[in-house]
């Protein structure tokens, strides 16, 4: 690889890293407002809410001029969105700013990655970022985990710059800081990502155009026999990923008695299993043979049944490594195959934009039905295992569908070679 995608991957893994910093930091602003139970998920719904939306308009603009400004803008939203949660607007509100950003940042940072990188190589240009962001994922939670102890909070807000006062008074404050500083980093490197030299397509300024365009890309994936597999796969995947975010946490205080600081731990030994998975793809999985890894998402599902009868930590880490690592074996190829159809099909930055828009619609509603099972007063157990049947079965659909596709195309292959 050459060294403008290490730049690429260093801004994407700083802003990865905030976002999931910021993620523990707000968890615990609710819970110092003794805000209900349920506006945590709702935390991930609201952030969400901008990549559903604009889906139609992102893509758009991540085409319309180089992917490394569009990613400079990007972050200048998610620092405003920090910004408003320091002058204690509502972190459901100031969230949802920070998520307008990352909406904007998708289509540029997985389509700089099309552009720059030959598509030969997009299994282990996508290792690289899976395995960076759950690296990010890692470092942001344990990281925001250790910024809200009482004794390290204590140990930095003593601190003082000479002569300057900060203004920086309390243990929410100080971490709003802390994710400032991480954005405005990964911004930094923004200015150095090299240009592709890859054509952009003018603004169009009618949003009915953007809407019918959106849709017409959106239609366009959806019918691919490829790309409907691999969309399905990662929209199922990062549903169910976010809400298991939450699932952990809620799991870890109701199974293991652990506060939100150790318990954000846990999300951790998640993300270091998809980091292994995504290595282990990325070095064995090429693109033509990413369909054969489908089974292992039904097997995922399946092992997030074990959460009902584990009551031990180093248990608990067994597994949540586990389906980590059945997550990053599966996923990274999928995404690289489904990045590969959308390029060939309409181009990078609009094929993000309808990747993130089925993904985050799947996370809107998966956070939003964990939210009402919360509020329903559904015991945490009832609702993992609905959980684990609902990966699983609708991983199973999924498989199913790819065989039929495949028989249906073996048998038209047939039919054309004794035509000839």
Known sequence: MRLGFYIIMAAQFLSALADNVLLIAAIALLRDMHA???????????????????????????????????????????????????????PLIAYAVVGLGAAAYS???????????????????????????????????????MLIRPDIA?????FDFPVIDTGIDTVA????AVVGGIYFAAALFNLYIPNTGVDHKPLKKNPLYLLHEFGHC???????????????????FWGAGATLQFLIIEWARAALKLDLSTASMMQGIVAVGVALGAVIAAR???????????????????AISGLLFIRGIPLAWCLLLTVGTLSGLFVVPMNALLQH????????????????????????????????????????????????????????LVKRRHDLNQRQYDAVAHLDDTLH
């Open 107 to 145: 289509p540029a940072k997985y389509g700089i990655v099309t552009e720059y990188v030959p598509h030969r190589l997009l299994v282990v240009a996508n290792g690289w970022i899976e395995g960076l962001t759950v690296i990010a994922i890692i470092l942001g939670t344990v990281l925001g985990g």
């Open 284 to 302: 064995t999985v090429t693109l033509r043979r990413s369909v054969r890894v489908i089974p292992l998402g039904i097997a995922m599902g399946v």
């Open 341 to 396: 159809r959308g390029h060939v099909l309409m181009g990078a930055g609009h094929s993000i934009a309808v990747q993130n828009f089925n993904e985050n619609l799947s996370i809107l509603i998966m956070t939003g039905v964990y939210a009402l099972l919360l509020e329903l007063k559904l015991p945490i157990y009832g609702i993992i295992g609905l959980f684990s049947f609902f990966v699983t079965g609708t991983m199973w």
């Open 218 to 236: 959106l239609t366009l994936l959806w019918r691919d026999k490829l790309g409907q597999v691999s969309l399905a796969v990662t929209t199922l």
């Open 36 to 90: 209900p139970a349920q506006y945590e998920p709702l935390l991930k719904t609201f952030f969400t809410l901008s990549y559903v939306f604009l889906a139609a308009f992102v893509g758009a603009f991540a085409d319309s001029m180089p992917k490394w400004r569009v990613m400079l803008i990007s972050n200048g939203i998610k620092i405003l969105g920090c910004a408003l949660m320091f002058y204690d607007v509502h």
């Open 173 to 176: 404050e100080m971490n709003l």
């Open 154 to 158: 204590q140990t930095l807000l003593a």
